[in-house]
């Protein structure tokens, strides 16, 4: 129990203040996306003051995304959308914050990667993982935020989803191609197959997609009262995508704990446990500014 309440405990810390400048950039900048949307998707009434930096950080992003390229491979991908589908697409400033979210896993998962001195797979996450969140936060920014348009925003949220898990299964892919004898050192168990490493993963990753189809089908009628309930349920999802991979550590430290190794130990070598925290650091990250919030507002 003193494990269970220790590790806790350290989620919340390393979720915070994870210790490094890096991580911590992440962090807060991935909350200021967020927050970023609860603005422009839900009319949140943040105080001047605050609304002034995500104003600001909204504008910086775009500078950015024009800077590195971004805006113009987008407006490329939309322009050929419409020469083979004759499809008029506006894009819509939303599509910056998703992927500077699903940027957050992705950098998080790649960052996994090198920590457990990986860099060639780590490297290959990072370019893989980056075109996913990048064409699907196009295809959610395609999108108007609409409320009460249940099509509309059934697409905001599905459409990242489905990114993620084009990521998770190409990820699996040269998991099972390269790294499998790897991992199974690391558990102490013999090296499967191909395509039962590959199949087994793949099949709980559809699973977990699943999964996430259903609650948007079963929430986004009752969001529906809510300015933006496409954008709303996916930062429903992303949430409990840190709870699973904060969850799934603890599967990964039982396989690994090396002997004398305390659980505690074994369970923050995981990459998993690392990827949830700094996910979970972006909600946690948010939750202040709305306390901040809060307090200018009381203070007013």
Same mark, same amino acid.
């Not at 003051?49 to 504008?59: G, M, P, S, V």
């Not at 989803?161 to 699996?172: M, R, S, V």
């Not at 079963?218 to 529906?224: H, Y």
């Given at each position: 129990?003193?494990?269970? &309440?220790?590790?806790? !405990?350290?989620?919340?810390?390393?979720?915070?203040?994870? %210790?490094?400048? +890096?991580?911590?950039?992440?962090?807060?900048? %991935?909350?200021?996306?967020?927050?970023?949307?609860?603005?422009?998707? &839900?009319? *949140?009434?943040?105080?001047?003051?605050?609304?002034?930096?995500? /104003?600001?950080?909204?504008?910086?992003?775009?500078?950015?995304?024009?800077?590195?390229?971004?805006?113009?491979?987008?407006?490329?991908? @939309?322009?050929?959308?419409?020469?083979?589908?004759?499809?008029? $697409?506006?894009?819509?400033?939303?599509?910056?914050?998703?992927?500077?979210? !699903?940027?957050?896993?992705? &950098?998080?998962?790649?960052?996994?990667?090198? /920590?457990?001195?990986?860099?060639?797979?780590?490297? +290959?996450?990072? $370019?893989?993982?980056?075109?996913?969140?990048?064409?699907?936060?196009? =295809?959610?920014?395609?999108?108007?935020?609409?409320?009460?348009?249940?099509?509309?925003?059934?697409?905001?949220?599905?459409?990242? !989803?489905?990114?993620?898990?084009?990521?998770?299964?190409?990820?699996?892919?040269?998991?099972?191609? #390269?790294?499998?004898?790897? &991992?199974?050192?690391?558990?102490?168990?013999?090296?499967?197959?191909?395509?039962?490493? +590959?199949?087994?993963?793949?099949?709980?990753?559809?699973?977990?997609?699943?999964?996430?189809?259903?609650?948007?089908?079963?929430?986004?009628?009752?969001? =529906?009262?809510?300015?933006?309930?496409?954008?709303?349920?996916?930062?429903?999802? !992303?949430?409990? @995508?840190?709870?699973?991979?904060?969850?799934?550590?603890?599967?990964?430290?039982? /396989?690994?704990?090396?002997?004398?190794?305390?659980?505690?130990?074994? *369970?923050?070598?995981?990459?998993?446990?690392?990827?949830?925290?700094?996910?979970?650091?972006? #909600?946690?990250?948010?939750?202040? #500014? $709305?306390?901040?919030?809060? %307090?200018?507002?009381?203070?007013?």
């Amino acid at each position: 129990m003193d494990t269970f &309440f220790a590790i806790v !405990l350290d989620i919340i810390r390393k979720s915070i203040w994870p %210790g490094n400048a +890096f991580g911590l950039l992440g962090r807060i900048s %991935g909350a200021m996306s967020m927050a970023a949307l609860l603005v422009f998707g &839900f009319n *949140y009434g943040f105080e001047p003051a605050l609304l002034r930096i995500f /104003e600001w950080w909204d504008w910086f992003l775009g500078q950015v995304a024009s800077w590195i390229g971004l805006e113009a491979l987008a407006s490329f991908l @939309l322009t050929w959308i419409d020469s083979f589908l004759a499809l008029q $697409v506006e894009l819509h400033s939303h599509w910056r914050h998703v992927f500077f979210l !699903l940027g957050v896993f992705i &950098f998080r998962d790649s960052y996994a990667a090198y /920590e457990a001195r990986l860099p060639v797979s780590g490297t +290959f996450y990072l $370019v893989i993982g980056l075109a996913a969140a990048f064409v699907s936060s196009i =295809g959610a920014g395609a999108i108007a935020l609409m409320q009460g348009d249940l099509p509309s925003n059934f697409l905001i949220a599905v459409i990242p !989803l489905t990114g993620l898990l084009a990521f998770q299964l190409i990820h699996d892919l040269w998991r099972a191609t #390269f790294l499998r004898a790897h &991992f199974a050192k690391l558990s102490r168990t013999s090296t499967p197959t191909w395509l039962a490493d +590959f199949g087994g993963r793949a099949r709980w990753a559809l699973r977990q997609a699943l999964i996430g189809l259903v609650l948007i089908a079963i929430f986004l009628p009752l969001a =529906g009262e809510l300015e933006s309930p496409g954008l709303a349920l996916l930062i429903l999802l !992303l949430g409990l @995508l840190a709870i699973y991979q904060l969850l799934d550590g603890v599967a990964a430290a039982r /396989e690994r704990r090396e002997p004398g190794e305390t659980f505690r130990a074994a *369970y923050w070598r995981t990459g998993r446990a690392n990827i949830g925290a700094g996910i979970l650091g972006t #909600f946690l990250w948010t939750i202040v #500014f $709305v306390t901040m919030n809060a %307090g200018l507002d009381i203070l007013r």
